[in-house]
C-alpha cells in the first residue's frame, strides 16, 4: 500500500464526480461523466482511445466517423483542465483491408485547432507483436503530449534514468575535467522501450521467457501502469487530478493513486469497471501485482533455448541470418 498521506489508508471508490472524493470511478459515456467535472480541476487527462480497430468494446466505423466523434469528444476536455495541465493521448494505427493509418497524425490536428501545444511525441516501441506479411511488422505506438498553455507542469528529476556513461567529463573549455552528466540521472527521451519489450514478450507467449505479465487481466488493450507512471510524475504534482476518459482496468488511476495523486475514470463497459475496482482494492490491501517501475527489462542470454538457433534452421536462410557475423570494416 502507499505510505503517502492521502492514500495512506483504503479509500472509497465513488461512482460520479465529487468535489471531496480522492477516486472516482464512472460506469458509463465519458460524455455523460465530462459534464459533471468542474472547470480547470484536472491536472493530467491520460488515455488510450478505442481505436476503431473492431477489439471487442467497440463497433468498427469509417476512419472520418471515428474521428468525428473523438473530435466531439477530445473538446470537451479543455474546459476541464487546468492552465498547466497536460493531455497525453496514446495511439497506434487504424488498419483498413491492409492500409495503415497512423491516428496520431489524424489526432494532431484536433489538438492543435483547440489551442493545444505539443510537447512530445513520444515514440513507445516494443520488439514483439504479429509478423505482417506485406508490410513491415508494426513495433510501435505513440503517445502525444500536448499541454494547455506556454506554463506547464514539468518534473524531470522523478523520472530520471541512469546516465549511460556517469564518469564522462568535458574535454575542452572553462568546465574541462569536470563531469558533464547530472547525477541524478539523464532525461529518458522520447523514445521509450524499455518498460514494454517484457510486456510484449508475455503477450507473444515465448515459452520458457514468461507467459504472464502480472498485470494482465482479460481486457484486450491493456497499457502497461509503468508507462503511465513516468507520465504521472513528470507532469502532475502530489494530490492532482488525473483523468482517464477511457479508463478499462483502471490501469492509469492505479499509476496515479501509486504516486499520491487523486484519480479519475470512465468507463463505459460493466465487466472492465469491476476489474479495475478489484484492482484498485487489491493496490490498496497490497496484493495486487504490478512491475516495479524501472525494472531492468528482460535480455536473453544466448544460454536460453529460445534464443538459440533451433537445429531445423541451421541450413536455413534465417538460420544464416542469425549466426554471429564478422565485424563490418
Ligand atoms: C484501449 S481501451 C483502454 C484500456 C486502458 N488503458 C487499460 O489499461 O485498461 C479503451 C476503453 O474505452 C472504453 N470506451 C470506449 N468508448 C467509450 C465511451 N464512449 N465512454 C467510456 N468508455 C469507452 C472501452 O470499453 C475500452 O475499455
Redesign the pocket.
Known amino acids: 500500500m502507499s505510505n503517502l498521506p492521502l492514500f495512506n489508508q483504503p479509500k472509497e471508490i465513488a461512482s460520479h464526480f465529487e468535489p471531496n472524493a480522492d477516486l472516482v470511478l464512472?460506469h458509463?459515456?465519458?460524455?455523460?461523466?465530462v459534464t459533471t467535472i468542474p472547470d480547470a480541476s484536472v491536472q493530467l487527462i491520460i488515455?488510450?482511445?478505442?481505436?476503431n480497430l473492431g477489439?471487442?468494446?467497440?463497433d468498427k466505423v469509417s476512419i472520418e466517423a471515428y474521428l468525428e466523434?473523438q473530435a466531439n469528444?477530445i473538446a470537451k476536455f479543455h474546459r476541464i483542465l487546468k492552465p498547466e495541465g497536460s493531455i497525453c493521448w496514446?495511439v497506434g494505427n487504424f488498419v483498413d483491408k491492409g492500409e495503415v493509418f497512423p491516428l496520431d497524425i489524424y489526432y494532431y490536428p484536433i489538438f492543435k485547432e483547440l489551442g493545444f501545444s505539443l510537447r512530445n511525441r513520444i515514440i513507445w516501441h516494443f520488439g514483439h507483436g504479429l509478423h505482417t506479411k506485406k508490410r513491415f511488422s508494426g513495433r510501435y505506438e505513440t503517445i502525444l503530449w500536448f499541454t494547455k498553455s506556454k506554463e506547464y507542469t514539468f518534473n524531470l528529476d522523478p523520472v530520471r534514468v541512469p546516465s549511460k556513461y556517469p564518469g564522462k567529463r568535458h574535454y575542452k573549455g572553462p568546465n574541462k575535467g569536470k563531469l558533464s552528466g547530472n547525477p541524478k540521472g539523464k532525461n529518458p527521451s522520447d523514445v521509450w522501450q524499455g518498460l514494454v519489450q517484457e510486456w510484449e514478450e508475455c503477450l507473444w507467449e515465448i515459452p520458457n521467457v514468461k507467459s504472464n505479465h502480472p498485470e494482465k487481466?482479460i481486457?484486450?488493450?491493456?497499457?502497461?501502469?509503468e508507462l503511465?507512471e513516468r507520465l504521472v510524475l513528470a507532469l502532475t504534482d502530489e494530490k492532482d487530478w488525473v483523468f482517464?476518459?477511457?479508463?478499462?482496468?483502471?490501469?492509469?488511476l492505479i499509476a496515479a493513486i501509486k504516486h499520491n495523486r487523486r484519480a479519475m475514470g470512465?468507463?463505459?463497459?460493466g465487466v472492465?469497471i469491476d476489474?479495475?475496482r478489484e484492482r484498485i482494492n487489491a493496490f490498496f490491501d497490497g496484493t495486487l501485482r504490478i512491475r516495479p517501475m524501472g525494472k531492468p527489462v528482460y535480455q536473453p542470454t544466448g544460454r536460453d533455448k529460445v534464443s538459440q538457433i533451433p537445429p531445423e534452421w541451421r541450413q536455413a536462410t534465417q538460420g544464416q541470418l542469425l549466426e554471429p557475423r564478422e565485424e563490418y570494416k
Open positions: 464512472f458509463g459515456d465519458v460524455n455523460d461523466f488515455t488510450s482511445p478505442p481505436y477489439k471487442a468494446y467497440e466523434t469528444t496514446q487481466t481486457h484486450p488493450c491493456q497499457y502497461p501502469i503511465v482517464d476518459p477511457y479508463a478499462g482496468v483502471g490501469s492509469a470512465s468507463e463505459q463497459d472492465y476489474i479495475a
